[in-house]
């Protein structure tokens, strides 16, 4: 997910509240008929973990002996939105994905010495954008001697990149905090709608959340990840390893999955997440389909995407490698695509018909362009 001001991505379902892309549309429920069992949830129920939490942000959810995700909770008092892997070896403990705010990453980092006395020796970026990189700083603070790891393009964008990004946020978000402070005072939505008690709760939250984060980034550190991960790599935690895998280009030019050995959980990073793919600037849609039929070829039992709920069933994964595949095909013999199946899914994340067709015209156009073929098929 593209680094942008926003709100984690299953706060809301009313799109004039948020004006977002529509890959943050509300998702929390309309997978639960197909995603099977939870996993178990090692906080309590309501997210809120141990009495003297100093922040609610997260839920923490065992996956195997050593092995957790943490999700975020439906009002995280962080900016956070993204989903890391916490894997505690008998020697040191790896971490994939920082979140997007250092705050986020420190309540993270306080949960997981909840969990073990090791230190983080690892931190994984699984792609560049700041929803996974920005909380870097706060574990080189936490653990020194930390090693921070990513595909080389992704070192190289969050290098070169990474400050214009902040900047974009940091000049963008004022103007988002004074709207929705407009909106409460004037009581009506830019489309006239009056703001109901549980909209205004809504949109107080937003500010509170948006204005925090504000001043997270006047003053955040940005800490590039090591361009390690240029082939398969194997990290070693004592009793347990990790197997870090290139597989972009895909939805960013440096993707990576991440393999817990013998645990059968795979991270997985933005290549799936419960939401439209959010395929705007990624340099690959070919590449992307293929990084999904190596995820499946992985056999895993769970798979933890970037976005949204821990995947103990496959149905999410087989719809969208379905999507990319299908792209490809139709452009490359001139067919139909099983659009009935595609529009389906994205009903699934909240998206309406209209949405799918923008985002199906788009990924056509992507891919006749990547294999070099014009709308008429030559």
Known sequence: MAAIAREPARLFVHAAVLVLPLRTAAVALVWCAIVGAHPEPVSRADGRGAPGDSLHVFEIHRLADGVYAATVIERPEAYAFSNSLIVVGDEAVLVVDTQQSPRAARELIRRIRALTPLPVRWVVNTHEHGDHVYGNVAYREAFPGVRIVAHPATSFAVAEGGPQRVEAERSSLPESITARESWLREGRLPDGRPITPAIRAQLEYSVRLRSGYLQELRGLELVPPEGWVDRLRQVDLGGRSVELIPVGPAHTPGDL??????????????????????????????????????????????????????????????????????????????????????????????????????????????????????????
């Open 257 to 378: 999955l991440v393999s817990v050995r013998g645990a059968g959980v795979v991270a997985v990073g933005d290549l799936l997440e419960e939401a439209a793919p959010w395929i705007e600037g990624a340099p690959s849609l070919v590449g992307w389909g293929r990084a999904l039929e190596t995820v499946a070829s992985m056999e895993a039992s769970i798979l933890v995407p970037g976005h949204g709920r821990v995947q103990r069933e496959n149905a999410l994964l087989e719809s969208t490698r379905a999507l990319f595949a299908d792209l490809e095909r139709v452009v490359r013999t001139e067919g139909e695509g099983d659009l009935a199946a595609h529009r389906a899914l994205f009903r699934s994340f909240g998206s309406t018909d209209e949405d799918f067709a923008g985002w199906w015209e788009q990924g056509l156009t992507a891919v006749r362009r990547e294999l070099g073929v014009d709308g008429e098929g030559h």
